[in-house]
């Protein structure tokens, strides 16, 4: 069946450093691929997509990049700030009535 | 544009109360719609979807249960609460595309 799985947190890291979260997926098809980050107290956003093999996702700085060869859609960013601190969550679509599977989240924490 | 609304945003109850959470949607039209649950320090789980009025399907058996009375309501409610439904209520749309957009969320605290 289809899955995500996330690198578990928290992931803890200082202001200006690099930034990758993995995730690796299992699906049939060809699903699109999902980032959301969740601020805390608040509802998931969406942070970026993408919706076929090699398409590169990206948004505030943040990208991720669709591998179908290594079925890994890792998120990145180059340079994190303390407002970047929030759960990430990696998600593929389904294609059964449009449910996303989701992976666990994993907590970013940035110290100034 | 699209926006979507939940109330009410905070929630205590005492254990065997009733609980009906209410999710609106505004900006577009039948659009499908998810409850989620987020327990403290954990991931989502998907509850309930619809994809259209009365059409509810149930993804976790439990005490509590789903309506969507209007094309952009949906409602989560429980007979009788039970400690162990304390979390983070999102509710959810996507256009019948893939992508999803969360409300704010309700936190509920049952005692």
């Known amino acids: 069946g289809n899955s995500v799985t996330q690198m578990e947190g928290p992931v803890t890291l200082s202001e200006e450093a690099f930034l990758t979260i993995n995730c690796t997926y299992t699906?049939?098809?060809?699903?699109?691929l999902f980032w959301y980050v969740q601020y805390p107290g608040e509802g998931l956003q969406l942070l970026l997509k993408a919706t076929k093999a090699d398409d590169k996702g990206s948004n505030k700085g943040f990208e991720a990049t669709y591998r179908k060869e290594t079925t890994s859609f890792h998120l990145e960013k180059g340079s994190v700030q303390v407002s970047d601190s929030a759960v990430y969550f990696c998600?593929?679509?389904?294609?059964?009535?449009?449910?996303?599977?989701w992976g666990a989240g994993t907590k970013l924490i940035i110290k100034p | 544009s699209q926006t979507i609304h939940q109330w009410p945003a905070t929630l205590v109850q005492p254990v065997g109360s009733p609980l009906s959470l209410e999710c609106t949607v505004e900006g577009t039209s039948n659009p499908n719609l998810y409850w989620y649950r987020q327990a403290a320090g954990r991931g989502l789980q998907l509850l309930f979807y619809?994809?259209?009025?009365?059409?509810i399907s149930s993804e976790v058996p439990q005490n509590l249960s789903a309506s969507r009375p209007q094309d952009r309501q949906f409602i989560l409610s429980s007979k009788k609460l039970l400690l162990s439904d304390s979390g983070f209520y999102l509710c959810?749309?996507?256009?019948?595309?893939?992508?999803?957009?969360f409300g704010p969320g309700t936190r509920l605290l049952v005692l």
């Open positions: 619809s994809v259209g009025i009365g059409q």
């Open positions: 699906a049939t098809g060809y699903p699109s």
């Open positions: 998600a593929l679509s389904a294609w059964s009535n449009y449910q996303l599977i």
């Open positions: 959810a749309w996507s256009a019948g595309e893939e992508t999803q957009y």
